[in-house]
């Protein structure tokens, strides 16, 4: 029966859904996420494709949605694509595991977008966005990890879900809208891995947010679409992953119970760099504290790494030249788009292994600064990359989770090696702290008072409306920090 299709399911679960239905902790760990990705949009305000997404909205007309840190507002989906794409320029904002992927970042933009437009509450923005990220993951739940082994972008393909689910009940839409934007997004979902390491990677988050405020306002004036489209033999479960090769019943076997923002919860990115180089990075940190002898200090975001800062150590020169040899070993769904001995600028070096570890090693932090083609080209960094090796695990050391990592460093006659099981900020048990994330929103958003902006999220659901909090946003100019306070 229609009614019992996995997007008429999802339809009228987002259209019901209220924030009151949403457990404390799911709630805090929304705001959380939310606080995050506006400090690291703001942040990617000044990269390159900042840029070029400002030359875009040029051909747009006016509209009541803000683009974040530019100064300007556009219509709903322009803004939402500005701000989903300069959102993930610099691969900072939050991952799911459930997902693959980063969902704030493409449902986030589409709803604050409607939600302006609309003249919405701040606890109905909220309401929307945790709906959003909920009917991502759970559609997630049926195709992953295939989905993304197959070389789809979760972000963009299942974030257009999310996107469209948030837009429309920002919009009022009813059950059998809701349901029809979510079909429409059957169509309009897209994003290949193949991006990874270019602008195109941040450019098709920035699409999904607009196609799920497209798919909402088509759905809203009344455009039809083919509820079964999820499960149908030519529809996206189909097409996308193979016949038979997803789960229908998983995508909404456990809706909202629990919310998938409690559990397994949403990770903040402690490293601006892709998500699945985090445990090398640490544990390519903690080894360099054990072979050079650095000064533990609060690290990134003050969580507490072993970090030297960026004036390094004394004989930081000859540490460097007395490494032989370094080997990298990550899960081989992550090596497969990690494993980049040359990097080619920027957007590659966030994705190259080779890159982050060696400058884990050299600096002992991984901040925005290193990777600018400056930083990326400098001598000893060129030098100690071409001395990383990155290794696929072997199957019986790849641990439960898929987040292990190892790194092997022979230097000075001895082999030294450290393996992390999972990244600082990645799971519950290793969660940054909110004074973590509050400082890492301080040094990314480049705001002169950001702890009034900080404020006004953390209660959301309690404003009025919008306004306030758009004012602060509109203006502001982002200025690269370190990304690591200094030292205490």
Partial sequence: MADQFVLSVLGRWVAGARLEDVPERARATALRSVLDLVGVTLAGRGEPLAEVVGAYLDHGGPGAATVLGMGRRSTA?????????????????????????????AVFPAAFAVAEQEGRSGRELLAAYCAGVEVATSIARGVNFLHYDKGWHPTSTLGTF??????????????????????????????????????AKPLQVGRA???????????RAGATANPGAMEDKQGFGAVFNGPGLFDPAAMVASLGNPWDLEDPGLAIKLHPCCGGTHAAIDAAIKLRAEIAGTTNIAGPDGAGLTN??????????????????????????????????EVDGPLSAKFSLQH???????DGYIAIEHFTPEAINRPDVVAM???????????????PEHFAAEVTVKAGGRTYTARMERPRGRTPETALTDGDIEGK????SGLDEPDRVIDLIKNLAGMPDLGELSRLLIGSRARHGTGIPEER
């Fill in 441 to 444: 929103f301080a040094r990314c």
């Fill in 77 to 105: 989906e322009l803004a939402a694509f500005a701000n989903g794409a300069v959102g993930h320029a610099l691969d900072f904002d939050d991952v799911s595991h459930t997902m693959g992927g980063h969902p704030t970042v």
């Fill in 209 to 219: 947010a607009q196609a799920g405020v497209a798919c909402a306002l088509l759905a």
């Fill in 162 to 199: 999310g996107a469209a689910a948030a837009a429309a009940k920002l919009l009022g839409c009813t059950a059998g809208q809701v349901t029809a934007a979510l079909a429409l997004a059957t169509a309009a979902a897209a994003g290949i891995k193949s991006s990874f390491g270019a602008m």
């Fill in 385 to 399: 990359r071409a001395k990383v090796r990155a290794r696929p695990l072997p199957e019986d050391r790849q641990g």
């Fill in 308 to 341: 030297a800062g960026p004036s390094g150590f004394a004989g930081q020169a000859n540490f460097a030249g007395s490494i032989d040899e370094v080997e990298a070993f990550i899960h081989p769904r992550r090596f497969a788009h990690l494993d980049r001995p």
């Fill in 356 to 362: 982050v570890v060696a400058l884990a090693l050299l």
